[in-house]
């Protein structure tokens, strides 16, 4: 974990977190033990490890919706808690692993929702929200689809919608589970694009889960590791991501691949 800048510009601060899970009959199982970690500013993390390991959890944890067995999170220098609702929605977005839609309504409307947490209760969106929100669909290129119905979309259009929303909502800091889940290629070096452009045009900061460790590569600057057995490693990418980690981690010997400037892991 780099300490050189205070702790009080960052992002998003996590000290000895510690998460569980219960487990009928018997005593909840340890996720992950000890992680500390800290997002600054122009810094893009991905979150590997085995299914099971706890990213998704962690991201719930980072953004408020669970409370931690032990550790502190801090939002912008302030405890997590510390936040209003609507106050930490600005700060941090979340974009989850699957979306479930209740209710008929045209796409553009529920990318309009991004906006709510920056509106008062008794304001309506306006042009310049509107504006935010049609420029978000044309970035995750559905702008044709404003009009069309939420639930008629196919999964990976659906986890466009969710990542146009969270561009409307436009948070210093972004969570996402798997967002390139369901996307065929093009769409996900799309949004990796997409991403990185937050990170290194505007300053914002990612956290993102992955299990594609070449894509995860091409992008990250840091890496949480979690092992599935209750470690984690955090820090820089070159420290996190190594043949020895990511073997040990995922159960089986990975190799890096030097090729056209880009290094790709391969299973031995």
């Known amino acids: 974990m780099s300490t050189a800048t205070p702790v009080q510009t960052a992002l998003l601060n996590v000290q000895a977190l510690r998460v569980e899970v219960p487990q009928a009959g018997a005593v909840p199982r ?33 953004a408020g919706a669970r409370a931690p ?11 997590l808690n510390a936040w209003p609702l609507s106050e930490r929605a600005c700060w941090r977005g979340l974009v989850p692993q699957q979306v479930q839609d209740a209710f008929s309504a045209p796409v553009l409307d529920v990318v309009l929702q991004g906006r709510h947490p920056h509106l008062s209760r008794w304001h309506w969106e306006g042009d310049a929200d509107l504006t935010l ?70 300053g914002r900061a990612v956290v993102m889960s992955v299990h594609d460790l070449s ?43 030097e090729a056209q400037g880009q290094r790709w892991w391969l299973p031995a």
């Open 133 to 202: 929100a049609q420029q978000a669909l044309a970035r995750v290129g559905l702008a044709e689809m404003a009009q069309r119905d939420v639930t008629t979309l196919s999964g990976g259009e659906r986890q466009r919608v969710a990542l146009a929303t969270l561009l409307t909502q436009d948070p210093p800091l972004a969570l996402l589970d798997e967002p390139l889940a369901h996307l065929d290629l093009a769409q996900q070096l799309r949004v990796l694009a997409l991403l990185q452009d937050e990170v290194l045009q505007r």
């Open 69 to 79: 067995q032990a550790g502190e999170v801090h939002l912008g220098g302030r405890p």
């Open 215 to 257: 894509l995860a590569q091409r992008v990250a600057t840091h890496a949480v590791l979690l092992t599935g057995n209750g470690a984690a490693l955090a820090g820089p990418v070159g420290e996190v991501m190594t043949e020895a980690h990511l073997s040990a981690a995922f159960g089986h010997p990975l190799r890096a691949v």
């Open 30 to 62: 340890c996720l992950f033990s000890g992680l500390s970690m800290q997002v600054l500013p122009g810094q893009f993390w991905c979150l590997l490890g085995p299914n099971g390991a706890g990213k998704t959890q962690l991201l719930h944890t980072l």
